[in-house]
């Protein structure tokens, strides 16, 4: 994916609700640029979208981020689906 990694690609893949594509593409194009404003806040604004987890392994979430999370995800499937 390195070799694909443009801007654009990450936006195609956000119309197509592909979010954790997008996510990981821009996460690498920010390493190249760390200090790139735009990039750092579509890095975070994805984050949320996707409610990843924390980056402390020892932070588990509680049972009920666990269930939101699931149910996040679940409705992101019904939606691909229906395209």
């Known amino acids: 994916m390195e070799r694909l990694a443009t801007r654009t690609l990450a936006e195609i893949y956000l119309q197509q609700g592909h979010h ?4 990981e593409i821009f996460k690498a194009l920010l390493e190249k640029d ?3 404003k735009e990039l750092q806040d579509k890095l975070r604004e994805l984050k949320e979208k996707l409610t990843l987890p924390p980056s402390n392994p020892r932070l588990s979430p509680s049972k009920e981020e666990k ?4 149910e996040k995800w679940l409705t992101n499937i019904r939606e691909r689906r229906r395209i």
């Open 20 to 23: 954790q594509e997008a996510y």
């Open 34 to 36: 760390p200090s790139n």
């Open 67 to 70: 269930i939101r999370l699931l």
